[in-house]
């Protein structure tokens, strides 16, 4: 947390990237929504939420620049000589980093319910709970490569590639009956990836699917599939972290 | 005119050392493009883009500009780093003036973001069609006064601040402004209905009517596409913001790369 505070220009950045996509991108595009759509009239509200967790993915990756700064200023080799096991350690980042994600996300959330409402708190809640599974996820997926590639450039050009096709490739800007319209690939993409079920679940939790044809195994199919994610991170980010850094440190 | 070919030639020689970057930036545009503006074809209103068929074909000349703005921007970041780490001192020790220091650097961010935009509007012709010769040459000075507009914005801002987070904010902030309050992602009369409808302030729509980049990306689409109609205002609009940064930009730096 105190580490994420330090990026205070970072963070207004990204608050007037959320601006600017509500304010701007948001409310043109709602209108450039064809009218015979079902998702017309609420366009905004599906954009604004989606929004939201592009946010929260993007602030959930943050951790693994961290990753770069602890080891240039040798703060990396001090952690791992402390008595904490590895799984505690990456574990402890991966929850650490979402759980900050979410206290920068969180008035943004707020903002963004004002916009859209809810009806049903109890499915807002579980919505809810289940975004900190992606955003614990995200960040030990951040970890992961961070500590894979322990380049800081590639890093950095990698998750600028990877975060324009997962964002894309997933149900954050337009639902999967459209992406199933356009090409059976993307769907499939989509189906599979986490943004799709943070943001399906957010919608859901807000209500905003009583317009739109859902998967009617929803929410649970997304739960679940947020679950798999956070558990394969966690794993494969405790076995890269030992293998990459243990009997040498970073370098 | 020599000198300003060395420092042109030192830009681009550190402009191809970022090629992995360069790789993950044309990779982000072309998802822009074949991604998004693929699906967004399914939900666009067809009474909004009835001229151009789809929301594909509008999108590619805004995509070109997206790749421009980037490319052109990056020189700005160089020279902020320049100022940081001291690297200018050495800069000011060639038997090169100021002036063309000033201008070489100007002109190397400007002629980056053509070298980087070259495969995107080649994409962009590719399928929406080429245009005639006279059109084509039009289209390449209109990117160029727009790219070197674009560089003198990035070196005046990155000579403004030592501080690189507030150089990073600083240009988020200019990224989104223009890029949002333009014609690249939708169409400027829809921008244009919205004021008169009250929902959008009326400085919006002014600025979008004036933005450089709405200015690039409508003369690409008026020759291309035939919509919206080539107007003079659009040059206008690309020179003045050409001169105005490029001779910020000039005076700019070389007054701040010589303070103590």
Known sequence: ?251 | MKAILHVIEHDFRNFFRYKWWLIGLISMNLTDLFIMALVYNQMINPNLIENIRDYFRFFAPGVTIIGLFASAYMIGREINMEVRRQIHYYMLSLPITRLELAVGRLLAGGLRGMVYMSPLLLTTFLFLGFPSLPHFLVILGALFLLATGISGLSIAMAVSTTSLEKFVTARGLVYYVLFFCSSIFYPLSLIQDLGREGVMPQPIVVLAEFNPLSSGADLIRSFLLGTPPFTFNMIRNLIVFSTIFATTATFAYMKIIQRK
């Open chain 1, 1 to 251: 947390m105190r580490l994420f505070l330090q990026y205070k220009f970072l963070i207004i950045l990204r608050a007037i990237w959320f601006a600017a996509q509500i304010a701007f991108f948001g409310i043109i595009a709602s209108r450039m929504i064809d009218p015979k759509l079902p998702l017309a009239d609420i366009y905004f509200e599906y954009y604004v939420a989606g929004v939201v967790i592009m946010m929260l993915y993007s602030t959930s990756v943050f951790i693994g620049y961290d990753i770069f700064e602890e080891a240039e200023h040798g703060v990396f080799e001090y952690l791992l000589s402390l008595p904490v096991s590895r799984r505690e350690l990456v574990l402890g980042r991966s929850i650490g980093g979402g759980i900050r994600s979410f206290v920068f996300v969180g008035p943004l959330i707020v903002i963004a319910l004002f916009v859209i409402g809810f009806t049903n708190p109890l499915n807002f809640l579980i919505a809810f709970l289940a975004l900190f599974l992606f955003a614990f996820g995200v960040s030990g997926m951040s970890i992961t490569i961070a500590v894979a590639i322990k380049s800081p450039d590639r890093f950095d050009i990698l998750m600028g590639a990877f975060n324009a096709f997962i964002v894309r490739l997933s149900t954050a800007m337009y639902p999967q009956a459209i992406l199933q319209k356009t090409s059976q690939a993307y769907a499939a993409l989509a189906q599979f990836n986490p943004i799709t079920f943070a943001s399906d679940l957010f919608r859901w939790g807000t209500g905003i699917e009583q317009y739109l044809t859902m998967d009617p195994t929803m929410p649970l199919a997304a739960i679940i599939g947020l679950v798999i994610f956070f558990f394969t991170f966690t794993f494969i980010g405790v076995t890269i972290y030992e293998k990459r850094l243990e009997g040498g440190g970073w370098q």
